[in-house]
């Protein structure tokens, strides 16, 4: 029995090394030009979930909507305990915005039934909208926690957590099934287990080994290729190492919802801001202050 938590982590650009051929024209990211990390709020979430199952019993699902490459980040989860792990990948979900992405997150979340916790990250360093949680919470109809900082008790089917709001500390109480997002105060996310490591290492999803087969077999013909794919699928899922794969068919995903058509943000320019000093007023908290506030937001447009 236990909760079956399922753990939402997205593998990002390192943003920490962004060189100029990083951004498109079009002001998407060119994610061929930057190396690859597990998005760090992610790994907090993930810890979380371990945590809770430890303590309460139960499952670890992890999910990560992404290219072929974001395998990388569902083995790190293995090898850091999640008990299964997904990939839901289709060229028909490239370009989601917020909107699209916590769509065709949560037909994988249905998909999966009998689901206690979702947990998110706070926000991702690419997108960096902190969007996909609350929305994810909504298309699910789920409550939603944001910002935990502590699980304090589970009792049954209510979760009482410790959430940082900026000045202070909110204690709230939530039924479940609820949608957590977890900021990277909350723990000290667990490495990986050697053992783990030597355990999981060759496992792969099966878009990886089409990939390896192309390269290893470059003359044979497709159906050659396949009879490949498919034995070394076979001897994987007789050792537990076959990662699952899902595509939007596999979660009965609207394609109106998903990718480019589902998707109403346009990123119209990316600009490198650097906050100076001299950029920064203090705005005093009097009826004066505000009304200074109120006046310059009005004449710079922001308002009005
Ligand atoms: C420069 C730039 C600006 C952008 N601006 C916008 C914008 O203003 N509005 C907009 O709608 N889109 C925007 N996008 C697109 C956005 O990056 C994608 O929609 C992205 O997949 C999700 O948004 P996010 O990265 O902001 O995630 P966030 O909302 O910051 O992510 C929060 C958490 O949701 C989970 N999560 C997010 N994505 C995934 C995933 N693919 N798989 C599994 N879990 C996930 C993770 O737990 C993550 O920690 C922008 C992209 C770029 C590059």
């Given at each position: 029995m236990g909760y079956h938590c399922v ?46 199952r430890?303590?309460?019993g139960g499952t670890v699902t ?21 008990d299964r ?23 994988a979340v249905r998909k999966l039934k009998d689901v206690d916790f979702v ?21 699910l109809?789920y ?14 089917k ?18 479940l099934p609820v ?126």
């Amino acid at each position: 029995m236990g909760y079956h938590c399922v753990v939402c982590v997205k593998q990002v650009p390192d943003t920490a090394n962004v060189t100029g051929e990083a951004m498109r024209e079009d002001g998407t990211v060119n994610r061929a030009a930057l190396p690859t990390i597990f998005n760090p709020e992610d790994l907090h979430a993930l810890e979380t979930a371990l945590d809770l199952r430890d303590r309460f019993g139960g499952t670890v699902t992890v999910l990560t909507m992404g290219p072929p490459k974001a395998s990388d980040v569902l083995r790190d989860c293995i090898f850091r305990g999640a008990d299964r792990a997904i990939l839901l990948t289709d060229r028909r979900a490239a370009a989601s915005d917020t909107l699209a992405t916590s769509y065709i997150l949560s037909q994988a979340v249905r998909k999966l039934k009998d689901v206690d916790f979702v947990f998110c990250g706070r926000q991702a360093i690419d997108g960096d909208t902190a969007q996909v949680g609350p929305q994810l919470a909504e298309k699910l109809g789920y409550p939603q926690v944001t910002y935990l900082e502590e699980l304090l008790g589970l009792s049954d089917k209510t979760a009482r957590i410790r959430r940082n709001v900026g000045n202070g500390w909110e204690i709230v109480e939530v039924d479940l099934p609820v949608l957590v997002t977890v900021l990277d105060t909350a723990n000290e996310p667990r490495p990986a287990a050697a053992r783990r490591v030597m355990k999981h290492k060759k496992a792969r999803t099966r878009i990886e080994l089409e990939a390896a087969a192309k390269n290893a077999l470059p003359d044979a013909s497709a159906d050659e290729r396949e009879a490949e794919i498919e034995r070394q699928a076979e001897t994987l899922r007789s050792r537990g190492l076959m990662l699952e794969q899902w595509n939007l068919d596999d979660i009965d995903a609207d394609l109106e919802w998903c990718g480019l058509s589902g998707s109403p943000t346009k990123v119209h320019r990316v600009q490198s801001i650097v906050l100076t000093k001299e950029g920064y007023t203090e705005i005093p908290p009097t009826e004066e202050g505000l009304r200074q506030l109120i006046r310059e937001l009005v004449v710079d447009h922001t308002l009005g």
